[in-house]
Nanobody, 125 residues
Framework: VQLQASGGGLMQPGGSLRLSCAAS????????MHWARQAPGKELEWVSGINPSGGSKFYADSVKGRFTISRDNAKNTLYLQMNNLKSEDTARYYC???????????????????RGQGTLVTVSS
């Protein structure tokens, strides 16, 4: 059972990146999934969440209108398209599995029961 994030890198402000998260070992299409990030010296913060079907998506105010979460259940993969990147987006980004198996997902990052190793995104000129 694991989550493997990829796609991070160094990008100039205003640029775009697409993060991917490959899931294995569980029924990916049955779970809420999330992206969270941790900037240097700061706590882990929730970024975005998506329901099992992909029909409901939620975003933190800081990324709304710039980031898009999506999933491909046939490929067991979660995505985060990040546009108009800002220096404050610099962080390690993690994909995470919601611990809830029914009902709505949660923004409480400490409640997630599976988290990948993360991928580093650096936004700098």
């Amino acid at each position: 059972v694991q989550l493997q994030a990829s796609g991070g890198g160094l990008m100039q402000p205003g640029g775009s990146l697409r993060l991917s998260c490959a899931a294995s070992g569980f029924i990916f299409g049955s779970r809420w999934m999330h992206w969270a990030r941790q900037a240097p010296g700061k706590e882990l913060e929730w970024v975005s969440g998506i329901n099992p079907s992909g029909g409901s998506k939620f975003y933190a105010d800081s990324v709304k209108g710039r980031f898009t979460i999506s999933r491909d259940n046939a490929k067991n993969t979660l995505y985060l398209q990040m546009n108009n990147l800002k220096s404050e987006d610099t962080a390690r980004y993690y994909c995470a599995r919601d611990s809830r198996t029914t009902g709505w997902g949660t923004k409480e990052v400490n409640s997630y029961d599976l988290r990948g190793q993360g991928t580093l995104v650096t936004v700098s000129s």
